[in-house]
């Protein structure tokens, strides 16, 4: 296929992963920030929402506080970051028409059914939490529906691979990333501490990542920090991990590897990647600092999407 | 201006007989029935995002050409009619395009003068002596028909270089079959979904000497920012084969290959529909980012084929038109079989002086212009218009040409106040690889929405309607 479709069905998928990630961050962050002060202590949730969206830097420039309403609009509406949900369907929909031939009637409905609504109820952005919580609810839909239509309609070939390394990619980025922001509240320190105020912090964590009754079903525990972060790096059955994100991606790049009859740089990076996650227990990761391995994990998934753009997309 | 010939109603009350069930069915149909069924046609054009562009418009990038759910019908009779005299225009163009970059034995016969050629900005001097497979330069052909009367097809221009359009064509049929499946079942409609597969042989049979069995064709679209981008994705997804932009594609030692996620893959055959300007920047238009650099010399190295070929500009020039009748008499030794609209040449000085004289009665169009623009309807046209035309027609006088205003044929169309009749045109497409030439029955039924209206473009408000052939 054209590198360019490829990095196009690549990218699409990426957009829309991200827009749901964003909508459900927003999400947890409106349930904490609704808790008694005495529930959520001093720390501005606001802000670490910015922070796992990554975009606390641009924001900044144009806001002076990080408060439920400019977040809200920034992460959701605002032209002027590149990555609001906004701006992920318009730039879904802009790449869905670049390679219409590509995906399936579905899919294109999908994104241009988005992209309409995003235009004729959306365009104002929302005025209440009522209507915060349907635009979410409309955003999480649109990402189900996409995700579910190109896997039941898809030719399972390196169309389909290259769109789900897109999600799988993007999925490890931002689970990373909320771990990146939030892993001071999971450090075993904070054990001792365990009182109604991590309980709320590890919900939202959790909440974000939809794992909140993944965890106890797993588990069958109560919240505890370590199973947390185990659950969302190391265990594979939870789609949202970065190790299930991984086996996904190695799966679909050896599928592409064999339909082309040759493997690369991107086959093996993807695989090294896997194998570290493979072998870490939590233990060992505690040990050598979990902000360390989460930053570390970014800089090679990043690497990883580079690579895979050298190898086949330019 | 004559009474337009109404293609359903014969004056004193009767039908003609292509349209007699569709006028039973219409009566038996509530008009909120038909209301309904309009709204839902134009909730799937959105949804399907069949939608243009009209350049210079700030307010929505993306438009909706208005659908009209009443077919225009034609005979089996009409049709078959209409289809001998297309593929003879089509024939003749080819030869014409074949002479006139290499013989020129009509230029020597004195039949079309030399500088209308020469001087012709669209003539392209890279094509003389150039080979193109088996003489074909026109592959689709688009060529806009008008009727006046019940007898005549009238062409009212030939479009050779990127005819756009046929996706309206397969549309408008796909939608008028989901919402109207009683009224097929009543007609015995000749269907029109061959034409992607017979556009594909068609382009597979032109490949180079130089290409595999199994040539690769791929679509050149300027990009997404094109108004008929919709339809170039239409088209390759119809035809299964890959849409490519300029910078899809590399040119190495005069070959031609597509940049996929397995590596460079060779390209035979391009379906382009990127004007002759943008194609190459190293022969044409320098500034030109939608182009090939180097795809000129792939071609006169005989290992692409472009279709359609460069250069056809010059047979589909409105001046260029006017000696269409005897260009079809010079090559078949036949007698046309469409007419051709009256046309005054205004670089003639005989004939600019009679249009001069008669501005407010004449349509004036630019030789080079296309899409409704840039013309002068007289009749419906202020004073002040018609001045300010007039001084330009006299300053460039060889730029324009002047023709009658033409009763089009009407048709009955949904309109706010009910059925009323509204005019039409068509644009039948027609195809030509090594094989020969083939139409599919029918074409793109284009409607002028506006009462009284003669404009048809769908850049300046025109609608469209699908177009039955009855196979009798």
Not at chain 1, 50 to 72: I, K, R
Not at chain 1, 190 to 214: K, N
Not at chain 2, 313 to 332: C, E, N, T
Request: aromatic fraction near 10%.
């Amino acid at each position: 296929m054209l590198s360019r479709t490829a990095e196009n069905l690549y990218w699409l998928a990426r957009y829309v992963e991200r827009a749901e990630y964003l909508a459900r961050t927003i999400d947890a962050t409106l349930r904490v920030t609704a808790l008694p002060a005495a529930y959520v202590g001093k720390t501005n949730e606001w802000d670490s929402a910015l922070l796992t969206a990554g975009v606390a830097a641009s924001f900044y420039q144009a806001y002076e506080e990080a408060n439920e309403d400019n977040v809200v609009e920034y992460l959701s509406f605002s032209p002027n970051n590149p990555s609001s949900i906004r701006n992920c369907i318009e730039a879904a929909r802009l790449n869905s028409r670049s390679v219409r031939t590509a995906l399936t009637s579905e899919m294109w409905d999908t994104i241009n059914s988005a992209w309409i609504e995003l235009q004729a109820v959306w365009s104002k952005g929302t005025s209440t939490r009522e209507d915060l919580a349907k635009f979410l609810r409309f955003v999480q839909e649109t990402s189900l529906r996409f995700d579910g239509s190109a896997y039941r309609t898809m030719l399972r070939n390196d169309a389909y691979w290259f769109s789900r390394m897109g999600v799988h990619l993007e999925r490890a980025d931002n689970t990373a990333r909320i771990l990146d922001v939030k892993y001071h509240v999971l450090l075993p320190e904070a054990e001792h501490v365990g009182g109604p105020l991590d309980f709320y912090q590890w919900s939202s964590i959790l909440r974000s990542v939809s794992a909140l009754t993944a965890y106890h079903w797993v588990y069958r525990e109560t919240l505890k920090p370590w199973l947390i972060a185990d659950l969302l790096i190391l265990n594979d059955t939870l789609p949202r991990s970065l190790a299930s994100c991984y086996g996904n991606l190695v799966r679909n790049l050896d599928q592409i590897g064999v339909a082309y009859g040759r493997q690369g740089p991107a086959q093996r990076h993807a695989r090294g990647i896997r194998n570290r996650l493979e072998h870490s227990n939590m233990n060992d990761i505690f040990q050598h600092g979990v902000h360390e391995f989460i930053q570390e994990f970014i800089a090679d998934n990043s690497r990883l999407g580079e690579i895979i753009t050298k190898q086949y997309l330019i | 201006m004559a009474v337009a010939f109404d293609e359903m109603n014969i004056p004193g009350g009767d039908l003609r007989p292509a349209y007699r069930e569709l006028a039973r069915w219409l009566r038996e149909t509530p008009p909120e029935a038909l209301d309904y069924r309009r709204q839902e046609a134009e909730l799937l054009f959105r949804r399907i995002g069949i939608t243009f562009a009209v350049y210079g418009d700030t307010e929505s990038t993306e438009r909706l050409i208005p659908f009209d759910v009443i077919p225009r019908i034609m005979s089996g009779k009409e049709w078959t009619l209409l289809e001998k005299g297309l593929k003879q225009r089509v024939r003749a163009l080819n030869m014409f395009l074949r002479d006139i970059y290499h013989g020129r034995d009509i230029l020597r016969a004195g039949i079309v003068p030399d500088d209308l050629i020469f001087q012709n900005p669209v003539f392209r001097p890279e094509m003389n002596g150039q080979e193109v497979p088996h003489d074909v330069y026109v592959h689709i052909a688009g060529i806009d028909i008008v009727r006046v009367d019940a007898e005549d097809f009238i062409v009212l221009e030939d479009n050779a270089r990127t005819p756009s359009g046929v996706s309206y064509m397969l549309e408008n049929r796909e939608i008028m079959m989901r919402l109207f499946p009683d009224l097929f079942a009543r007609h015995r409609v000749a269907p029109v979904e061959r034409y992607p597969d017979e556009l594909l042989a068609a382009l597979r049979s032109v490949a180079p000497h130089s290409a595999s069995s199994e040539p690769t064709v791929a679509l050149l679209t300027p990009g997404v920012y094109n108004s008929a981008y919709y339809e170039h994705s239409f088209l390759a997804d119809k035809l299964g084969i890959e849409l490519v932009e300029g910078r899809d594609l590399v040119v190495k030692n005069n070959e031609v290959f597509m940049r996929t996620t397995e590596g460079m893959k060779r390209v035979d055959v391009i379906y382009r529909r990127v004007d002759d300007d943008f194609l190459d920047p190293l022969t044409f238009r320098p500034d030109s980012v939608l182009g090939v650099p180097g795809l000129m010399s792939a071609y006169a190295a005989g290992n692409i084929t472009l279709a359609n070929a460069v250069g056809t500009g010059i047979a589909d020039d409105k001046a260029i038109y006017s000696y269409m009748p005897d260009i079809v008499q010079f090559y078949l030794g036949e007698e046309p079989i469409l007419k051709n609209v009256p046309t005054w040449r205004c670089r003639e000085p005989k004939d600019l002086a009679y249009v001069l004289d008669n501005l407010g009665d004449l349509v004036v169009k630019e030789v080079h212009g296309s899409g409704g623009y840039g013309m002068l309807i007289g009749p419906a046209a202020t004073k002040a218009t018609i001045e300010a035309f007039r001084e330009k027609l006299k300053r460039e006088p060889e730029g324009f040409i002047a023709q009658p205003t033409l009763a089009l044929s009407t048709c009955p169309t949904c309109t706010a106040a009910g059925l009323a009749p509204r005019h039409v045109d068509l644009r039948p497409f027609v195809l030509t690889g090594s094989k020969g030439t083939t139409i599919v029955p029918g074409g793109l039924t284009r409607v002028a929405l506006k009462e009284g209206s003669l404009v048809v473009n769908s850049s300046q408000g025109g609608g469209t309607k699908d177009t039955w052939i009855l196979d009798e």
